[in-house]
């Protein structure tokens, strides 16, 4: 079955450390991998996306995520985390490029000043 | 990026009473719309998928005529949960999407619905 997975229920950094939020996924094809972030009680906003090319792409809020094939990775990270970054982060992928997101469970970011 | 209205933000009702929350497109025409739920520090369940002009297409053990849905415009779709429970109780987020390649979907804000 096709699935993601984020394995950490939670993440703890400190403000001004680098953080990373892990992401692996097991389905078939070449895969549209996206990363959506989650205040509480609000709707998702997308951070970024690869669909092909270069292996590292940049998204907003100065987040950044690699692209892993042969170990079907897709970590999400940050040089220095600020105390806004804390929030859900969720993981997608589309598999079929049917529009149909498979979700992470997602991982929830908590950054100490 | 595009956006996406959802209306209500969030909604109490009483048991047995039916919520209609609706999803907007404001910038663009979205072909496809999608409606989640989500519990409480879990992960989106989708719900069903629905394409303007034609039936939604519900996931497993999701039940059509408790969630309705209609998408009669290219950038409204609703969702009406009918003779709503306690149990329906719930975060309900919706996306909508262009239908254009590579591109990314865009979420509402979400709808808490306190059934009580």
């Known amino acids: 079955a096709q699935s993601v997975a984020q394995p950490e229920d939670q993440v703890n950094v400190a403000e001004g450390n680098p953080l990373t939020v892990k992401c692996t996924y097991s389905?078939?094809?070449?895969?549209?991998l996206f990363w959506y972030v989650q205040y509480p009680n609000r709707g998702l906003q997308f951070l970024l996306k690869?669909?092909?090319?270069d292996n590292l792409v940049k998204g907003s809020y100065g987040f950044e995520a690699e692209f892993n094939k042969s170990q079907t990775s897709f970590h999400l990270k940050k040089p220095s985390a600020l105390v806004s970054d804390s929030a859900l982060y969720f993981c997608a992928v589309d598999a079929g490029n049917n529009r149909k997101l498979i979700w992470g469970l997602g991982t929830s970011l908590a950054v100490n000043p | 990026g595009a956006v996406v209205s959802q209306h209500p933000s969030w909604v109490i009702c009483k048991s047995g009473t039916s919520v209609k929350i609706e999803c907007r497109s404001l910038?663009?025409?979205?072909?496809?719309m999608f409606w989640y739920r989500q519990f409480p520090k879990q992960s989106l369940m989708l719900m069903a998928t629905?394409?303007?002009?034609?039936?939604?297409?519900?996931e497993q053990g999701v039940e059509k005529d408790k969630f309705l849905i209609n998408h009669a415009s290219l950038t409204l779709s609703t969702l009406t949960v009918t003779s709503a429970h306690p149990e329906d109780s719930s975060f309900y987020i919706c996306?909508?999407?262009?239908?254009?390649?590579?591109?990314?979907?865009?979420f509402g804000q979400g709808t808490r619905l306190t059934v009580v």
């Open positions: 910038d663009f025409q979205a072909t496809t």
């Open positions: 996306s909508a999407d262009e239908g254009l390649t590579n591109t990314e979907a865009f």
């Open positions: 389905v078939s094809g070449n895969p549209y």
């Open positions: 690869y669909i092909t090319g």
């Open positions: 629905s394409n303007e002009g034609s039936k939604a297409t519900y």
